[in-house]
């Protein structure tokens, strides 16, 4: 057995990047600003200007990116959000956190994503009515068609709040998500495609008062320290983190389009395998590949997940449980969510990095190969 394959190795990341980092780091701490100073402000700047958007509010972490996003949106009691069951549990905290109920439509089978039918029959029946809120996920880096999310809820009049945690860098249609809806939230956890040295996140919109909104709500709830409009929160991106992200944000295109290689050879290296389905990319879809996902038909995902243990590379399965399955979000008795449930049967996603060098992708290739010959 070769060395161990982690799920995600940041080492060469912070090698490459270590002169440019121990600069903006140095000045960080001579400068002893550590809250609200320059590099906030610049590197929101910054990340407004490479999303598209006008506005961009940097938060502590990518589930207050959507708590407070709700909030500024004015989701409160009593409303419904309808969302996926098939994410992280973030989305559907953050819900709650304001008090508001989520709601699941199932997932469409290619993407993991909201199925948009299902989704317009939702919003045409009886819920519709009741529903203040939509939130796509843009899930394992895969963007939703935007087009037909807003074409549903734009002429109803429900506001859109993309999940773009997974997607920093897709684009759908050449448009980078995030800036589709009414807003959009994105994470910088240390594994994602953009990703701080700690906890970070980010809200966007094109809403100057949105953006305020936040703002304040961020900075408990005013901003100046003294005079607080709303109940808010401590929710400040801190400097040392904002100095990070400025350094890795120049490099996010050429890392995603790294990652879009790794999966290249993933699905060239796959094809065929038996019982085993690469990820599609829809046309007008940029895949950023925050997660390689693979679908493992006829019940042969715990097999795979030995073999590659067996091997000392790394796996997981991302989610294992959807979340109208844990008990905080249980949804009415009757509900079905059929492909949601087979996705958390089926999925198996691999180790992807901007970095993964090409041997490392064949090794792991190899050993899922290994797997059908019994080799
Ligand atoms: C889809 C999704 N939403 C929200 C979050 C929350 O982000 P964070 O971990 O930065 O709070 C994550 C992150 O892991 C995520 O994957």
Redesign the pocket.
């Known amino acids: 057995m070769g060395a161990k394959i982690p799920m995600l190795d940041l080492g060469p990341e912070v090698e490459e990047l270590w002169d440019e980092l121990r600069t903006a780091l140095d000045a960080t701490l001579r400068s002893t600003r550590f809250i609200l100073g320059p590099n906030v402000v610049e590197f929101e700047r910054e990340a407004a200007e490479w999303l598209g958007v006008r506005r961009a509010v940097s938060l502590n ?3 207050d990116a ?1 708590v407070l996003g709700l909030r500024a949106l004015g989701i409160g009691p009593g409303d419904e959000v309808v969302t996926s069951a098939f ?2 549990v ?2 559907a905290e953050a819900i709650c956190r304001v008090g508001a109920t989520p709601v699941f439509v199932d997932v469409e089978p290619a993407s993991f994503n909201l199925d948009l039918e299902r989704l317009a029959a939702h919003l045409d029946g009886p819920a519709g009515e009741r529903t203040r809120l939509v939130i796509p ?1 843009h899930l394992f880096g895969h963007p939703v068609d935007m087009d037909a999310v807003l074409s549903l809820c734009e002429p109803r009049g429900i506001p859109v709040f993309e ?1 773009a ?2 997607a920093f860098g897709a684009t759908w249609r050449g448009r980078r998500v995030g800036g589709f809806g009414r807003a959009g939230a994105f ?3 240390p594994s994602k495609n953009l990703g701080a040295y700690g ?1 970070g ?1 980010l809200v966007v919109s094109d809403d100057d008062s949105f953006a305020d909104t936040v703002l304040e709500l961020r900075n408990h709830g005013a901003l100046d320290k003294y005079e607080a409009h709303s109940v808010g929160y401590n929710s400040r991106l801190d400097e040392i983190q904002a100095a990070v992200l400025r350094v890795k944000l120049p490099h996010v295109d050429a890392w995603n389009d790294k990652r879009r290689e790794v999966a290249r050879l993933y699905r060239e290296g796959l094809a065929g395998l038996d019982g085993v389905e690469t990820p599609d990319e829809a046309e007008g879809a940029h895949h950023v590949f925050h997660q390689y996902t693979l679908r493992v038909r006829d019940g042969r995902r715990d097999e795979l997940e030995r073999r590659l243990g067996d091997a000392g590379i790394a796996c997981a399965v991302y989610y294992r449980v959807p979340l109208h399955r844990l008990a905080p979000f249980a949804q009415p008795p009757g509900t079905e969510l059929r492909e949601t449930d087979r996705a958390s049967e089926q999925v198996l996603s691999l180790p992807i990095g901007a970095y993964q060098p090409e041997p490392v992708t064949a090794r792991i290739v190899a050993a899922l190969r290994g797997d059908q010959t019994g080799g």
């Open positions: 972490s990518g589930t959507l994410t992280f973030a989305t996920v999940d945690a997974q994470s910088f956890f906890d996140g």
